[in-house]
């Protein structure tokens, strides 16, 4: 059997930055990948750009998980200025446009490449196709799958999201054998299903719009952005952002339903002026009176839930009427939400190890000494724009070091 100091179990955002920040400690590090290749996921961030990084004030408003503060004071521990320098010393160089982080590369495979490499130039040893099944505690260590063991362990297996990029909620099922204490899984930062009966004619179309997720009549969120249509239901940022709240509340058997503008009352008042005229000035179709207002797509659609003949010539009072009601929908089209996507097709898992088990400022479990949680695993999940990997990077910086007795420069938790 193979001995190391410390075991990391996944090559992913978290696994392969503690195992950089713990050979650089001085330690002897094994990580182990079950896919055939370390930091897939990496690769497919960012639309394959990676939002690397995220410099957020108001982490409060994006966070969710059962101990909202703790999360929050995690990812502030570690100055942003402090995660550049770390990124520049493994040579990935970071650019900011918007407000967005992003390598200057503007590939997320060479993230992903640089960190691996970086991770064995400093010592680490890295077995792919290794899927961890079994762990066992001995001797104050951990035996891994009966081949490996070590005397610390770190999990950073990530959650349930994308099976397919290997995170099958394997972190999870290790835990639990341990006694760890996780909290309910629910998919986000994922599409949500919707009944729209309309929702095959408006595939695809994608629209800036006003969104408000409502939970048993009252709104909980609201954002900003631009959402995609698709043939179940309803994506985009906004949506992304909302979904882990909208999949615990129907977890817990609650009516959801998102509202969505994509007209506001100001265009409302313009678009009926306008419509008006037209009107009195003749020769016009329903259909010729809403061109233009939203997508082509949408307003067939809202004409088509209302049961409106869009080559109807009314008069000019009715028109204004029939005009009027399908502006109102487009003003606030409420859709029925009936499940999310998934968690093969979320980007982020909600829920994991309770954060009041692992000390924060090494992620070691407070009952199960040498053991390590890190990244997607806890339960700390935020909304789209490099928040969840600067928690990984974050999490797995403070394991690496600490677990290998290293030390970070002026600590906010010493
Ligand atoms: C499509 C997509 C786009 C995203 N884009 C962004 C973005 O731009 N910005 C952002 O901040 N976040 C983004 N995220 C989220 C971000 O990628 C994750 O939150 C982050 O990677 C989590 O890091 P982690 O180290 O906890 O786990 P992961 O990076 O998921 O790594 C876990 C690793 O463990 C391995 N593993 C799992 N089980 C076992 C086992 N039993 N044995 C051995 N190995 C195992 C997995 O194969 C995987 O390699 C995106 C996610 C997805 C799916």
Same mark, same amino acid.
């Given at each position: 059997?193979?001995?190391?100091?410390?075991?990391?179990?996944?090559?992913?955002?978290?696994?392969?930055?503690?195992?950089?920040?713990?050979?650089? /400690?001085?330690? /002897?590090?094994? @990580?182990?990948?079950?896919?055939?290749?370390?930091?897939?996921?990496?690769?497919?961030?960012? /639309?394959?750009?990676?939002? @690397?990084?995220?410099?957020? !004030?108001?982490?409060?408003?994006?966070? &969710?998980?059962?101990? %909202? !503060?703790?999360?929050?004071?995690?990812?502030?521990?570690?100055?942003? !200025?402090?995660?550049?320098?770390?990124?520049?010393?493994?040579?990935?160089?970071? &650019?900011? %446009?918007?407000?967005?982080?992003?390598?200057?590369?503007?590939?997320?495979?060479?993230?992903?490449?640089?960190?691996?490499?970086?991770?064995?130039?400093?010592?680490?040893?890295?077995?792919?196709?290794?899927?961890?099944?079994?762990?066992?505690?001995?001797?104050?260590? =951990?035996?891994?799958?009966n081949m490996f063991s070590c005397k610390k362990l770190i999990m950073s297996a990530g959650g349930c999201s994308r099976p397919d990029l290997g995170t099958d909620g394997s972190s999870f099922r290790l835990l639990k054998k341990f006694g760890v204490g996780i909290t309910k899984?629910?998919?986000?930062?994922?599409?949500?299903?919707?009944?729209?009966?309309?929702?095959?004619?408006?595939?695809?179309?994608? &629209?800036?719009?006003?969104?408000?997720?409502?939970?048993?009549?009252? !709104?909980?969120?609201? +954002?900003?952005?631009?959402?995609?249509?698709?043939?179940?239901?309803?994506?985009?940022?906004?949506?992304? $952002?909302?979904?882990?709240?909208?999949?615990?509340?129907?977890?817990?058997?609650?009516?959801?339903?998102?509202?969505?503008?994509?007209?506001?009352?100001?265009?409302?008042?313009?678009?009926?002026?306008?419509? #008006?005229?037209?009107?009195?000035?003749?020769?016009? $179709?329903?259909? +010729?009176?809403?061109?233009?207002?939203? $997508?082509?797509?949408?307003?067939? *659609? *809202?004409?088509? &839930?209302?049961?409106?003949?869009? +080559?109807?010539?009314?008069?000019?009072?009715?028109? =204004?009427?029939?005009?009027?009601?399908?502006?109102?929908?487009?003003?606030?089209l409420t859709l029925h939400v009936t499940g999310t996507m998934g968690f093969e097709n979320s980007q982020v898992t909600s829920g994991g190890v309770r954060l009041d088990e692992v000390n924060p400022a090494t992620l +070691?479990?407070?009952?199960?000494?040498?053991?390590? @949680?890190?990244?997607?695993?806890?339960?700390?999940?935020?909304?789209?724009?490099? /928040?969840?990997?600067? =928690? *990984? #990077?974050?999490?797995?910086?403070?394991?690496?070091?600490?677990?290998?007795?290293?030390? @970070?420069?002026?600590?906010?938790?010493?």
């Amino acid at each position: 059997m193979k001995n190391y100091d410390i075991i990391i179990v996944g090559a992913g955002a978290s696994g392969l930055t503690a195992g950089i920040c713990a050979a650089r /400690n001085g330690s /002897n590090v094994l @990580i182990l990948e079950k896919l055939s290749k370390p930091g897939k996921k990496i690769t497919v961030t960012g /639309n394959g750009k990676c939002n @690397i990084l995220s410099n957020r !004030e108001d982490v409060e408003s994006i966070v &969710h998980g059962r101990d %909202k !503060e703790l999360a929050c004071k995690i990812f502030r521990s570690i100055p942003f !200025e402090t995660l550049l320098r770390f990124f520049e010393s493994i040579g990935i160089f970071i &650019h900011e %446009k918007n407000g967005y982080y992003y390598p200057v590369s503007l590939q997320a495979s060479t993230v992903r490449d640089t960190l691996v490499t970086v991770a064995l130039a400093t010592g680490c040893d890295i077995t792919c196709d290794c899927d961890v099944t079994d762990i066992t505690e001995r001797d104050g260590g =951990f035996v891994i799958n009966n081949m490996f063991s070590c005397k610390k362990l770190i999990m950073s297996a990530g959650g349930c999201s994308r099976p397919d990029l290997g995170t099958d909620g394997s972190s999870f099922r290790l835990l639990k054998k341990f006694g760890v204490g996780i909290t309910k899984l629910y998919p986000s930062l994922v599409g949500l299903a919707t009944d729209f009966k309309q929702s095959k004619v408006i595939d695809g179309v994608r &629209h800036y719009a006003d969104v408000h997720l409502m939970v048993d009549g009252t !709104e909980v969120f609201f +954002e900003n952005g631009e959402i995609i249509f698709n043939k179940k239901g309803i994506s985009g940022i906004p949506i992304m $952002n909302c979904s882990g709240i909208a999949a615990q509340a129907l977890d817990e058997g609650k009516k959801v339903s998102v509202r969505v503008a994509v007209l506001s009352q100001r265009d409302r008042e313009v678009m009926m002026k306008s419509i #008006w005229e037209r009107l009195i000035e003749g020769g016009y $179709n329903i259909e +010729e009176l809403l061109t233009g207002i939203a $997508n082509r797509k949408l307003v067939y *659609a *809202a004409m088509l &839930h209302l049961h409106i003949d869009p +080559e109807l010539r009314p008069s000019v009072d009715d028109g =204004f009427k029939i005009a009027g009601h399908v502006i109102d929908m487009l003003c606030g089209l409420t859709l029925h939400v009936t499940g999310t996507m998934g968690f093969e097709n979320s980007q982020v898992t909600s829920g994991g190890v309770r954060l009041d088990e692992v000390n924060p400022a090494t992620l +070691e479990h407070k009952r199960l000494k040498g053991l390590y @949680i890190t990244g997607e695993a806890l339960d700390a999940d935020f909304a789209c724009g490099g /928040n969840n990997l600067t =928690f *990984a #990077w974050i999490t797995g910086l403070r394991a690496g070091t600490y677990s290998a007795g290293g030390t @970070i420069d002026s600590d906010i938790f010493y």
